[in-house]
């Protein structure tokens, strides 16, 4: 297996994910509907691409991971619910910054939820995200939609630590079984807010929004998950780690150079802030865990 080709590969995987938001500004239906059809289109990418492989879902890893499976598949739902409605709510580099405090919540609760010890260390790169993200957000501004928008992240992020705890639970299922379940999964537990969302209401299609919600579906998850998880398999722990944080950095500048969504001087400070000491926390991290030991924090 060639190490550059899989690192291209997971470069590939987090560069897509980060221009999510950037695309979902240019689709003309609710944010929700394009998050229902993200999760159907990628579960049936992900199970065909299975197939053609000569390859079955695990059912019994599957029936043994249920209760975790159900878990982790209803957060990625909701995280993709509040995520969405942040892009369109706030910037695209406030919300994806705002949905990446996940890992660093997940450091503030291990020890009551994962009985994990926490660094002293993790605490205060916790301390400097939370300094970031009230940079970014401009909240002493008082912008009301940037409020609204940030809100809205962090119940992403939020959800986001569920899905990182469910995944944590599940035990020896193949990375492409729990991605194939979670993502059916979520695209189930949208449904129902899809509907009550939209009844009665006369949705406008147009080609632009299909396609972008066709490319979300199957190239920002079906190909980007088998990507993912293809590079994650085979990179050094440390790499896994530090590469994953391309995601918000592409989405932030996505953001500025795209979408002409400035930030100011602070908000670029409070941006570094949150992504350094992801980065920090992920480091201090490594040093205490066995090689080959990582553990995905997405479901996405």
Not at 164 to 188: F, G, P, T
Request: proline share 3%; aromatic share 8%.
């Amino acid at each position: 297996m060639n190490p550059a080709l899989e690192r291209i590969k997971y470069i590939l995987a987090v560069v897509l994910y980060g221009t999510i938001g950037l695309f979902l500004r240019f689709v003309g239906l609710p944010s929700e509907i394009a998050a229902l059809f993200r999760g159907i289109l990628g579960s049936l990418f992900i199970y065909l691409f299975l197939r053609i492989r000569g390859r079955r879902p695990d059912r019994g890893a599957i029936r043994a991971n249920r209760k975790w499976l159900l878990i982790g598949g209803a957060a990625l739902g909701l995280n993709w619910i509040f995520l969405f409605a942040a892009y369109i709510k706030t910037t695209v580099a406030v919300a994806s910054l705002c949905n990446y405090m996940a890992p660093l919540i997940v450091v503030l609760i291990a020890p009551a939820v994962l009985g994990e010890r926490t660094d002293g260390r993790k605490l205060l790169c916790a301390a400097a995200a939370f300094v970031g993200i009230v940079l970014v957000s401009g909240v002493w501004k008082g912008s009301v939609g940037s409020v609204t928008g940030l809100v809205m992240g962090l119940l992403a992020a939020a959800s986001f630590v569920v899905i990182v705890i469910s995944n944590r639970k599940l035990k020896d299922i193949s990375a492409y079984d729990r991605s194939v379940v979670q993502l059916a999964v979520s695209a189930a537990t949208i449904l129902p807010y899809v509907l009550v969302q939209n009844v009665g209401k006369l949705l406008a299609l147009d080609v632009r929004s299909v396609l972008i919600i066709l490319m979300l579906g199957v190239v920002h998850t079906g190909i980007a998950y088998c990507l993912y998880f293809s590079g994650m398999g085979s990179l050094p722990v440390q790499a896994v780690a530090i590469l994953g944080y391309l995601e918000p950095v592409v989405a932030v500048l996505c953001s500025a150079f795209f979408l002409h969504e400035a930030m100011d001087l602070a908000g670029w400070i409070g941006a570094a802030l949150i992504i350094g000491a992801a980065v920090v926390s992920e480091c201090l991290g490594e040093q205490k865990r066995p090689e080959g030991a990582a553990v995905s924090k997405k479901a996405r």
